[in-house]
């Protein structure tokens, strides 16, 4: 199968690209480095032509009230190459509980981005998953000083990014779900939990401080999940640290 990867030189989307490949698949890689650009819609019919499958990886460059113009318009303008070039299944990868965070401007716009996707004519698939291991650094580094760093109780289920891209090229390379996939990690921590552990494999001596206002992630009610057909990840985050 022919599969074109937008925003395929990405932490996530270069592995899915070489998961895909390895497969016997042939998965172009797609982003502004390439001449692709979705906003302006510069290369996008090129992309497209003669791809079986198109994979949307692309990510808002904010996380603000901005993202819901990014996400649209970028929808608007992949779904219509993707209509034009006749492609048969649509991929994005999503949040796990992202329309339950209405207060986040990202997740309303990640909310928006699966609607326009279902609402449209082309088959598709939607992978949502919990928070990357890969982001814990930044997450911290939001309310941090020299001496402390805040966070909140947030319940999350850290997934390691290789299992999204393992998740993501699987279903890009399946039958269209018409619908939803949830991954997730294995292992459920607090988010000041989490905090913890992972200061203490660095050997930085910060203390982490339990603040419920801290954060993105103060307003999450969080990203457990709870539902029994929930594909689970095999790494766990000590594993990944080390």
Not at 38 to 58: P, R
Not at 113 to 137: H, K, N, W
Not at 174 to 199: V, Y
Not at 213 to 240: E, N, Q, S
């Amino acid at each position: 199968m022919k599969i074109a990867v937008i925003g395929g030189t990405g932490l996530i989307g270069s592995q899915v690209v070489e998961n895909l490949n390895a497969a016997g698949h042939e998965a172009v890689p797609h982003s502004k480095s390439t001449g692709v650009d979705i906003i302006s819609g510069q290369g996008l019919d090129e992309a497209v032509a003669g791809a079986d499958v198109v994979v949307n990886l692309t990510n808002s460059p904010t996380f603000d009230e901005a993202s819901l113009a990014f996400f649209r318009t970028s929808m608007d303008n992949l779904l219509a190459a993707a209509r034009k070039g006749g492609v048969g299944h649509f991929v994005i990868l999503s949040i796990v509980g992202v329309e339950q965070v209405p207060e986040l401007d990202y997740y309303r716009a990640k909310a928006l981005q699966e609607q326009l996707l279902a609402a449209g004519t082309i088959p598709y698939s939607i992978v949502r998953a919990t928070q990357f291991m890969e982001f814990m650094d930044a997450a911290m580094s939001w309310t941090a000083d020299a001496d402390t760093v805040r966070l909140p109780a947030t319940p999350v289920q850290p997934i390691a990014s290789e299992d999204v891209a393992a998740a993501v090229a699987e279903v890009a390379a399946g039958a269209p779900l018409n619908g939803i996939r949830d991954i997730a990690g294995p292992e459920i921590f607090n988010l000041d939990e989490l905090g913890r552990i992972t200061l203490s494999h660095k050997g930085d001596n910060r203390t982490v401080v339990t603040d419920p206002t801290a954060g993105m992630f103060a307003v999450v009610k969080g990203d457990v999940l709870t539902d029994k057909k929930a594909h689970l990840a095999p790494t766990r985050y000590t594993d990944w640290l080390s």
